[in-house]
């Protein structure tokens, strides 16, 4: 069954239990601290670049592209520390930022399952130094679940850097050691049941559609601070089973068990966890999950076409560089990792927008 013909099926029922996306949220005015943390390189050195640039009368946009950045840079992260997505942006701003001589924040504005976050971003200054890490398709459920106010068009996508999928995670000392194990747990007793999910995440987006197609109705926990707060609930012993982050669940070692995946392939890091759709083929659910990446605003890169390609050249160089190679080998998401580019990346994220449409009807509780 194609994910269009399950979006009709999808259609004439809804999920019992599961709390939908709320579509309010409190406005709040958006202030964001001045970067006004000292260069790196000295105050005679940035007198000196400022004096080479107005003296460049000629091709004075190539020097200002060659010289981004010209001030310290924010990564605006749409949810709380300890995540799956904070811990990326830490990891790429720390190498990042070695490459230049400004430093590079990451700020996190978690809140309303990442609306909060993408509002902040919008309403910064788009001058290619405030940069948006952030994960589809939570921004397409912000904007089909949750009615936000902008578009995918605002953002114009550097990489998707970690293409990552959904894990089903129950602890180490759960009695289910199957995923049909909880499954049938869930049909005997739906009350006596307990999952969480990440309101907001492609976790979530998998979660209800898992659910759905398999007509289960188990207790729900929604947290909309991300995957950080999901995996102290679960180890904590609050939760019996998480749809969580396949790859963000590798930081909590033996302390848990994965029982399936949703990608169509076995996962490296959970060689026992199963495929979801080779124990369920009937529900033939797409390979969701969260897909990290990092924009800027797309005012700026289309008003600024020589300073974005700056900004995605110096991205790729940190990328493919021997030391960030060695970092995400050693985080272990080299699994998950890889370098789209802008174009490629586009393509992805509105292929996953038709997804998040084909599920709005879930996702809005209707």
């Keep these: 069954m194609t ?38 390189r000295s105050a005679l050195t940035a007198a000196l670049a400022g004096f080479v640039v107005a003296a460049a009368s000629a091709g004075a946009s190539a020097v200002h592209a060659q010289d981004w950045p010209n001030e310290n840079a924010r990564l605006i992260v749409p949810f709380s520390a300890g995540g799956s997505v904070d811990r990326f942006a830490r990891g790429l701003a720390q190498h990042w930022e070695e ?19 993408s509002r902040t971003f919008l309403g910064s200054p788009d001058n290619g130094h405030y940069i948006f890490a952030g994960i589809q398709p939570t921004l397409s459920m912000n904007i089909i679940a949750q009615g936000a106010d902008f578009t995918l068009d605002d953002f114009r996508f550097i990489n ?9 995670t129950v602890r180490e000392d759960s009695p289910y050691e199957t995923i049909e194990d909880l499954v049938d747990a869930i049909r005997d007793d739906p009350s006596n049941v307990t999952v969480s999910m990440a309101t907001g995440a492609g976790t979530h987006l998998f979660g209800v559609a898992f659910l759905d197609a398999l007509d289960l109705e188990p207790k729900v926990v929604a947290f909309s601070g991300g995957g950080g707060e999901q995996r102290t609930d679960l180890l904590g012993g609050h939760s019996d089973a998480a749809f969580s982050s396949a790859y963000g ?20 890091a959970w060689p026992d966890a199963q495929p979801v759709n080779e124990v369920y083929p009937e529900a033939n659910l797409p390979e969701i999950g969260d897909n990290r990446f990092i ?10 076409p020589e300073i974005f390609d700056a900004i995605v050249k110096s991205y790729s160089d940190v990328f493919h560089s021997n030391t960030y190679q060695a970092h995400i080998a050693n985080q272990g998401s080299d699994v998950i990792s890889g370098y789209y580019g802008p174009e490629q990346s586009k393509a992805f994220i509105e292929e996953m927008h038709e997804v998040v449409e084909n599920y709005s009807e879930i996702l809005q509780g209707e």
């Design 160 to 168: 998707i850097e970690q293409r990552d999928y959904t894990s089903i």
């Design 3 to 40: 994910v269009q013909s399950r979006a009709t099926a999808v259609a004439k029922r809804t999920v019992q239990n599961i709390p939908a996306v709320s579509t309010t949220v409190k406005e709040r005015p958006v202030t964001l601290h001045p970067l006004s943390r000292l260069p790196k």
């Design 295 to 304: 924009a800027v605003h797309s005012s700026f890169a289309e008003e600024n």
């Design 99 to 117: 490459t230049h001589d400004y430093s590079m924040l990451v700020d996190n504005r978690g809140g309303a399952s990442g609306l909060l976050g």
């Design 249 to 268: 669940d590798i930081t909590l070692g033996d302390r848990v068990r994965v029982l399936a995946v949703s990608s169509h392939e076995p996962f490296p």
